[in-house]
């Protein structure tokens, strides 16, 4: 194993690059992958029964001893070799890649002459690992059945099992965790390919779609005569903040201080998130990447490309970034991600010195975290971009009792209520202070959420509006030029409408568009079950794919859900959302997410 690693660390650093962190992550991640291609081989050989030292059973566990071999070693130098070409560790998704392509046979003899160093490599490993086998591990003495050899057997039983988690928490390791190294291009370094291979086994990947321009959809580039404004920036993600909360009767009660600020910002009002979770809502707000797949982006197999983010190409601008987010570190794969986004510092649970202030749920209650927040933010250097991603309005809705007794109302009221006015009045007093700050009046401050809060409703009762529409506002404390854009936007355009907001001047990849350009096209992109569905206009376009491509399906009105068999969308429009789900698929698999 420490060959093959030596291999690829030759062929893709520098010593330079030799570093104590991505080392000791790097045996967290041999270790399961040891337990996947050897778990097999272990319990055969630990077997405490006599018939063990039998001919046939030496034979048998041999050859799995050799097959695990040979799939470390074929992995392995497989990826040291295609690393070149796909920027990552091969995940399992390479096999829908090679069964959908004739490349590999066509290519097949070529391929091993063009790489037989690596052939040749290959076999003398294998070689060494069998010669290895015969002169230590077959060594074995005679096992009689006992009490010792059975509780040697549970041993090593349990220490597979800790081996193939790498973990003794409630969650196994993910390849996301690989991004807990200081410097995110160790990542892949620190990573093996058995394990990413394993690890996705059977996961459904995406298949790459006939060529098209992905540039077409995904470069920007703002031409203008101005010039760059670099601002702070602070992105509240507040959690379940339903736009249907800032419309209705009572939203005054409910978050008066949030209304107020909207109505002196920018306000977005035909906003939707592009997905029903939390771990979709972070690649989407800050990477303009939504997750238009069965899984999220954060745990899917593609969640090691190279992709371009908010705090990464500002970071380019000499920002310091930063996320909060108060629950454990490690949640939702918030911290890796925000590693790969180009983010220099996470904040979490861990960071909060006062444990006191958890609220036994999920993590540091916002009025603590924002206060928490507000403190860090001062001791940034300017300019800065840092989100904040609450917590507190997440069921159970868990306030402790002097907090109940100031905001929760009613009975017969959803009980998110109480924590939207607790939220509410968190940031309220934020702001009190946060005015106070040197950094304030040269900050824009950006309110979006993550998703919509789940409802009493029935699915087949929930509008599209309550089940996708969420709020987003910018306000500028320096220039209040407040203002309604009913375009419709999702959370991928907020990344491109910032830098529009900043007159950036660098071209940049996204999958979403400014909702400052009034020619960009207008719609928000989700993936339902095993549909795509696009709101545009006043429709909900529906995609299934087949084998020729996307096909519109069916088209229903947004607000109503009544079917419409003609929706007045021509041919042209139909045509561009085929194209930007290929574009979508293409940049994904191909790992082509920056310019």
């Known amino acids: 194993m420490s060959v093959l690693k030596a291999l690829f660390f030759i062929k893709y650093y520098h010593f330079s690059d030799l570093s104590s962190d991505w080392m000791l992550l790097s045996l967290k991640f041999t270790l399961p992958a040891m337990a996947y291609v050897f778990g097999l081989f272990t319990i055969f050989y630990f077997l405490p029964f006599s018939f063990t030292q039998k001919a046939w059973?030496?034979?048998?566990?041999?050859v799995l001893y050799l097959l695990g071999v040979v799939v470390w070693v074929a992995v392995e130098v497989f990826d040291a070799e295609y690393f070149a070409y796909n920027s990552k560790r091969v995940t399992y998704a390479f096999l829908g890649y090679v069964r959908s392509s004739d490349e590999f046979l066509n290519q097949g003899v070529q391929l091993i002459f063009s790489h037989c160093f690596s052939v040749v490599f290959s076999f003398?490993?294998?070689?060494?690992?069998?010669?290895f086998y015969k002169k230590i591990i077959a060594f074995k003495k005679p096992v009689e059945r006992s009490i010792t050899s059975s509780i040697g057997f549970l041993f090593a039983l349990s220490l597979l099992f800790l081996a193939a988690r790498s973990s003794v928490g409630l969650k196994p390791i993910k390849i996301m965790d690989a991004y807990q190294v200081h410097n995110q291009q160790h990542a892949s370094l620190?990573?093996?390919?058995t394990f990413t291979f394993f690890r996705t086994f059977g996961k459904q990947g995406l298949k790459q779609k006939p060529q098209v321009n992905d540039k077409q959809f995904f470069k920007h580039q703002y031409k203008n005569n101005k010039k760059f404004e670099p601002k702070n920036i602070v992105i509240f993600i507040l959690e379940s903040f339903s736009y249907d909360y800032f419309i209705q009767d009572s939203a005054l009660s409910l978050m008066p201080f949030l209304n107020s600020i909207k109505k002196q910002s920018i306000d977005f009002t035909s906003t939707y998130a592009n997905g029903r979770r939390s771990m979709d809502a972070m690649p989407s707000v800050l990477a303009s990447l939504p997750s238009l797949m069965p899984g999220a982006y954060i745990s899917s197999q593609y969640n090691l490309n190279q992709i371009s983010a908010l705090p990464k190409v500002l970071s380019d601008k000499g920002y310091e970034t930063a996320f909060f987010h108060g629950a454990k570190n490690g949640s939702m794969g918030f911290e890796s991600f925000s590693r790969a986004a180009g983010i220099n510092k996470y904040l979490g649970l861990n960071q909060c010195?006062?444990?006191?202030?958890?609220d036994g749920f999920w993590g540091v209650y916002d009025h603590h975290f924002l206060e928490f927040f507000n403190q860090e933010l001062s001791k940034f250097q300017v300019p800065f971009c840092a989100s904040f991603f609450s917590l507190s309005s997440h069921h159970p809705y868990a306030l402790n009792d002097s907090l109940n007794q100031i905001f929760e109302k009613p009975s017969d009221e959803l009980q998110i209520y109480k924590t939207l006015r607790y939220v509410d009045d968190a940031l309220a007093q934020f702001f009190k202070k946060a005015a106070t700050q040197h950094w304030f009046e040269n900050t824009v401050f950006v309110f979006t959420a993550d998703h919509c809060a789940p409802t009493n409703m029935k699915v087949s009762e929930v509008p599209a509006q309550f089940e996708y529409k969420i709020p987003f506002f910018i306000y500028d404390p320096s220039n209040l030029q407040p203002g309604q854009i009913d375009r419709i936007t999702s959370q991928a355009d907020i990344m491109p409408t910032l830098l529009d907001y900043l007159n950036f001047d660098v071209p940049f990849f996204a999958f979403g568009s400014s909702a400052l350009d009034t020619n960009a096209m207008a719609?928000?992109?989700?993936?339902?079950?095993?549909?795509?569905?696009?709101?545009?206009?006043?429709?909900?376009l529906y995609?299934?794919?087949?084998?020729?491509?996307?096909?519109?399906?069916?088209?229903?009105?947004?607000?109503?859900?009544?079917?419409?068999?003609s929706p007045n969308v021509s041919a042209r429009e139909v045509l561009f959302f085929q194209?930007?789900?290929?574009?979508?698929?293409?940049a994904i698999v191909l790992n082509n997410q920056t310019l």
Not at 57 to 62: L, N, P, R, V, W
Not at 124 to 131: N, P, Q, T, Y
């Open 543 to 565: 995609f299934k794919e087949n084998e020729q491509g996307f096909v519109l399906d069916f088209a229903l009105d947004i607000l109503s859900d009544q079917k419409n068999e």
């Open 57 to 62: 059973f030496k034979s048998i566990t041999f």
């Open 190 to 193: 620190a990573l093996n390919s």
């Open 353 to 358: 010195k006062n444990k006191t202030h958890y």
């Open 124 to 131: 003398v490993l294998v070689g060494c690992s069998v010669a």
């Open 579 to 586: 194209d930007y789900l290929s574009a979508y698929r293409n």
């Open 523 to 540: 719609f928000s992109a989700h993936f339902r079950s095993d549909y795509y569905v696009f709101f545009y206009k006043q429709y909900k």
